[in-house]
């Protein structure tokens, strides 16, 4: 696997490139089929007092999608520690789910030998029912108010009970029940919030602040 580091406002050392190379192996190791990895580590210096920073992303790059991670530390070394540990974390995933798919398909599976329709909850009408509704012989009632009221969409409704996490467990969560998203109440700050996938291994987070509603003007 072909590697290139980069540097933004700092120099990229001899023990850098070392401690890369050892740690390379470890993400060959998961992702066998992966062609290159991109190091970028990007030194930020602020006006403020605050201390200085590194930032390495690691974006891995082959048959697949692209796997990106980053990690902030004041030492680069330890932000490269993290930003490894996150990705290996996100290829292990992902390598998981390949291999559950494959030993549990999802959808609809049909069997030749008995005929039947497994993966899919939906019972198949007897050849009685078929042969009614091809003759026209099952009766149909019309209403006319139900047909005013009829709508093509349909929304459907569900309740839980709210549940307070980090941002961290609760993209655990929706990793662990393979939803795209995860609807949670924010521990930190109290606000009902959303992770979701984005593309590649990318997450986003959409939050709720919590103000008064607009007050409704009073016709005189």
């Given at each position: 696997m072909d590697t290139n580091i980069v540097g933004v406002g700092v120099g990229i050392t001899d023990r850098f490139r070392s401690?890369?190379?050892e740690k390379v192996s470890r993400i060959e190791h998961l992702a066998p089929r992966a062609q290159a990895l991109e190091v970028k580590v990007t030194h930020r210096s602020y006006r403020n007092g605050r201390m200085e920073d590194d930032t390495v992303e690691l974006t891995l790059d082959g048959?697949?999608?692209v796997v990106r991670a980053e990690a902030t530390d004041a030492d680069k070394f330890a932000a490269l520690d993290l930003a490894v540990d996150k990705i290996s974390e996100q290829v292990r995933r992902a390598k998981d789910k390949r291999v559950d798919l494959r030993n549990h398909p999802r959808g609809a599976k049909f069997e030749k030998g008995t005929g039947e329709i497994a993966g899919i909850d939906v019972e198949p009408a007897s050849v009685e029912v078929l042969r009614a509704i091809a003759t026209g012989s099952v009766p149909v009632q019309a209403d006319s108010a139900e047909e005013e009221d009829y709508c093509p969409v349909v929304?459907?409704?569900k309740e839980f009970e709210a549940e307070w996490m980090t941002v961290e467990d609760a993209v655990d969560r929706m990793e662990l029940v393979g939803h795209d998203f995860f609807l949670f109440i924010d521990a930190r700050t109290d606000h009902p919030s959303v992770v979701y996938r984005r593309k590649g291994w990318d997450y986003g987070v959409i939050e709720l602040t919590?103000?008064?509603q607009p007050a409704v003007p009073v016709a005189s």
């Amino acid at each position: 696997m072909d590697t290139n580091i980069v540097g933004v406002g700092v120099g990229i050392t001899d023990r850098f490139r070392s401690v890369v190379e050892e740690k390379v192996s470890r993400i060959e190791h998961l992702a066998p089929r992966a062609q290159a990895l991109e190091v970028k580590v990007t030194h930020r210096s602020y006006r403020n007092g605050r201390m200085e920073d590194d930032t390495v992303e690691l974006t891995l790059d082959g048959k697949g999608p692209v796997v990106r991670a980053e990690a902030t530390d004041a030492d680069k070394f330890a932000a490269l520690d993290l930003a490894v540990d996150k990705i290996s974390e996100q290829v292990r995933r992902a390598k998981d789910k390949r291999v559950d798919l494959r030993n549990h398909p999802r959808g609809a599976k049909f069997e030749k030998g008995t005929g039947e329709i497994a993966g899919i909850d939906v019972e198949p009408a007897s050849v009685e029912v078929l042969r009614a509704i091809a003759t026209g012989s099952v009766p149909v009632q019309a209403d006319s108010a139900e047909e005013e009221d009829y709508c093509p969409v349909v929304i459907r409704q569900k309740e839980f009970e709210a549940e307070w996490m980090t941002v961290e467990d609760a993209v655990d969560r929706m990793e662990l029940v393979g939803h795209d998203f995860f609807l949670f109440i924010d521990a930190r700050t109290d606000h009902p919030s959303v992770v979701y996938r984005r593309k590649g291994w990318d997450y986003g987070v959409i939050e709720l602040t919590t103000q008064a509603q607009p007050a409704v003007p009073v016709a005189s």
